[in-house]
């Protein structure tokens, strides 16, 4: 008898605790979501970032303390790591966070939230250069009121970024996406941006640093008319096409920027110049919103200096909003070339302040 009243009385002990210590009040929120879902592989020279975003809500009647965010990323999929890279409070500029024991944890110290107060913050990581998906596995919690016990509000959950991996995913050579930071960033399409009889229009765009917001995505998307599917509305090829085959790149980076720096190279397969002189071709824009006064799209673009005098403006003013223009005139890149494949690519240089299709 004795045994059993002994046995009753420990799991009950046992059960206690346990409730105690991992209990989740429905009333404590927690949400980390990808930022963005999907992002392109890191390769070469190119870093790309996976960022979550974690959203704290107190909706309890006693304040939460001693608040905390524990999470470790995993490759799924692949071999290379992910790295824990930076921290972005968001609306409380006293929360921290820090790598953890291992490259790829993070460990965050909140600040404490009063009740029906919140906290939004966001983690990143380096992506990396093989796999097919980031799982963020984390924990986090507080404590109640004053009490100075294991917490009262423990929660767990799997955020999930997907990886483009340029071995298995076609897209790999028309699309890009990654994560910004306010230090700014690179994006580029392809392999380092080379392009190929295969892989015929690359875009790369240098994302400055910036002020104006916590963050940004950047993504590229190219098209072609040869694409099964071909634009909608066409595109107009110009007259040095190859095979009636051209190219368009749409940027989607939102945020105010002093300038987009963009690179856009189309192979040598696909132009023939013939005694064109490619300082007379330019890109045609698209902008996303109405054109500016003096500005109708679909716009060719001009030198930047051009701008700046027919606009009677310094050139430090360009680029204009709602009217990108070309930082360089076009060329040729020539047959000394370091890198081999782009010898006799045709290569645009543009600066923008706004998103927006970028065609021939």
Not at 268 to 284: M, W
Request: charged letters at 15%; glycine letters at 8%.
């Amino acid at each position: 008898m004795n045994y059993v009243k002994s046995t009753f009385v420990a799991v009950i002990v046992a059960l206690t605790s346990s409730a105690a210590w991992g209990q989740a009040d429905p009333q404590i929120s927690i949400v980390v979501v990808p930022t963005p879902d999907k992002v392109t592989l890191s390769r070469g020279s190119l870093d790309t970032f996976a960022a979550f975003r974690v959203t704290f809500a107190n909706g309890a009647r006693s304040a939460l303390n001693r608040v905390f965010l524990n999470g470790t990323a995993t490759n799924f999929g692949g071999t290379d790591p992910v790295v824990y890279d930076s921290f972005i409070a968001i609306t409380t500029p006293t929360d921290t966070c820090e790598v953890g024991s291992t490259p790829n944890t993070v460990s965050c110290s909140l600040t404490s939230l009063a009740p029906g107060a919140s906290t939004d913050f966001i983690v990143v990581f380096k992506a990396p250069k093989n796999g097919a998906r980031i799982d963020f596995n984390w924990t986090a919690g507080g404590s109640e009121g004053k009490g100075g016990g294991g917490g009262c509000c423990s929660q767990a959950g799997l955020a999930q970024t997907t990886l483009v991996d340029p071995t298995t995913d076609p897209s790999f050579k028309t699309e890009a996406k990654t994560f910004v930071r306010p230090t700014g960033g690179t994006v580029f399409t392809g392999n380092e941006a080379i392009t190929t009889p295969s892989d015929g229009w690359s875009t790369t765009v240098v994302v400055p640093g910036f002020t104006s917001q916590a963050f940004t995505v950047a993504t590229i998307k190219e098209v072609s008319s040869a694409d099964p599917t071909p634009p909608s509305p066409p595109l107009a090829c110009p007259s040095y096409s190859t095979s009636s085959t051209c190219f368009a790149s749409t940027l989607s980076i939102p945020g105010t920027f002093t300038s987009l720096a963009i690179k856009i190279r189309l192979d040598k397969t696909f132009h023939s110049l013939g005694r064109t002189k490619p300082e007379t071709l330019s890109l045609r824009y698209t902008g996303d919103g109405p054109p500016p006064p003096g500005t109708s799209y679909p716009h060719t673009l001009q030198l930047c200096s051009q701008d700046a005098a027919t606009f009677s403006l310094p050139i430090s003013a360009m680029p204009l909003a709602g009217r990108p223009c070309l930082s360089e005139p076009t060329k040729v890149l020539p047959n000394g070339h370091k890198i081999k494949e782009l010898r006799g690519a045709l290569e645009f240089n543009a600066l923008a302040r706004d998103n927006g299709q970028y065609e021939q």
